[in-house]
């Protein structure tokens, strides 16, 4: 008998949790931090629903904390099993929990705000982790195996196809939406008996035909005629280092005007690294574009402020200029400096190009609302906002469709609804109904149970 049960991201888009149980062995899928209003919510301090240390192994999709923040929580509790993913995946896991633990101790130091785990769980986390490429099987124990698949959403970011007693479980992770700017495309695996699949944007389309770099075209011709401030909230890991990378295809094209462009996100600057190191991951098109001479990117006019200080002189400088900032949400990190500054300004243009969750500033921000609280502050909103989903790191409807319709889902096969708002799991629990005939399809719900 094999059980499937489901402990976050059911329900909800965040805090991906799942797992496998089949006679002694338990497998979890994915331990990732509940997001919301705040980066920590009081959730994630509550118990796992299993014993941590009778689980063997933990396959993680990739290095976003919605996938991978509670990680060291789950060793600290008693994990002692292997976690498994990509090299990159694992590389990037390590600075962006890292990341988290800061944001942890400054909160706990300066609002006694409860710590989640410490930099002792942290280091032993990362001694259990195993770095496995794509499409080669790992055994696990008494038979059983998964392979990683590329799923195009951030570097080294993988679907996971789990063999348990003969069946075969498939988790989509988060699909990236085609054509990536950096990446590969989508690959499924063949053939699942079970497939649980994200649905962020189910039952919602992508801006039809939208061109990521005529958004940023039409973003700093705005910026330069009002001489004003570009401000980019953008999620450190993969976001970020696409806008350099088509910053960088505006400056060889000459179409990128003569303005200072600041990455003013210490994590950020610190992942470039990681990107760099696996260029090979990168779309070929991209790699026979950009040999070994040419940094995909630098361009003449971007400053990486990583210190403190750097990041105040940046309101010192006479606009126009570009700001690109964590977090992406808007939920802290120095984008809330940022804000402060210059949201009440008619002459900002606030650019929103990623998933913002329910109740964030970000959400209330993009919703339309003309008054927000930041950092105890009340302020306007006067900047000009804008909402673009070109940049959109999930698949949309259409999009997990076909990534659905490429797997031969077996005979009585399921497919379980996760990582959505209730609304769009409905929208693409009927899409995907009319799609996928001879599969049950099934809107997870956290805390579920199944045996299959």
Known sequence: MVRLSFYGAAGEVTGSNFLVESGSNRYVV???????????????????AYEPATVSAVLVTHAHLDHIGRLPKLVREGLRGSIY????????????????????????????????????????????????????????????????????????????????????LVFSGDIGHSPSTLLPPPEPPIEADVVVTEATYGGQEHEAGADRLKVLKDALEWTMKERGVLLIPAFSIERSQELLFLFHELFHRHQLPKVPIFLDS????????????HRSS?????????????????????????SVEQS??????????VIIAGSGMMVGGRISHHLKHYLARPNTYLLVIGFQAPGTLGAKIASGVRMV?????????????????????????????????????????????????????RDFQTEARKAQTNSEVIIARHGETVDL
């Open 30 to 48: 994915d331990c990732g931090l509940f997001q919301g209003a705040d980066t920590i919510t009081e959730d994630n301090h509550q118990p796992f």
């Open 85 to 168: 993913g990509t090299e990159a995946t694992l590389e990037l896991t390590e600075l962006v929990l890292k990341d988290a633990l800061d944001l942890m101790e400054r909160r706990h130091q300066h609002q006694s705000e409860p710590m989640l785990y410490e930099s002792a769980d942290l280091r032993r986390a990362m001694t259990l982790f195993r770095a496995t490429p794509y499409q080669e099987r790992t055994e696990l124990n008494n038979g059983d195996n998964f392979t990683l698949f590329e799923a195009g959403h951030i570097l080294g970011s993988a679907s996971v196809l789990l063999e348990v007693e003969g069946k075969k």
């Open 266 to 277: 210490p994590l950020a600057i610190e992942a470039l690294e990681i990107f760099e190191r």
């Open 282 to 306: 990168f779309a070929r098109s991209i790699q026979n574009a950009h040999g070994k001479g040419d940094d995909p990117f630098s361009f003449r006019g971007l400053a990486l402020t990583s």
């Open 312 to 321: 105040k002189e940046i309101n010192d400088l006479t606009p126009p200029k």
């Open 373 to 425: 609280t930041i950092m105890d502050e009340r302020l306007p909103v006067k900047a000009k906002v804008i909402k673009s989903e070109a940049f959109s790191g999930h698949a949309d409807n259409s999009e997990l469709l076909g990534w659905l319709g490429k797997i031969k889902i077996n005979s009585d096969g399921k497919i379980f609804i996760v990582h959505s708002d209730l609304a769009r799991a």
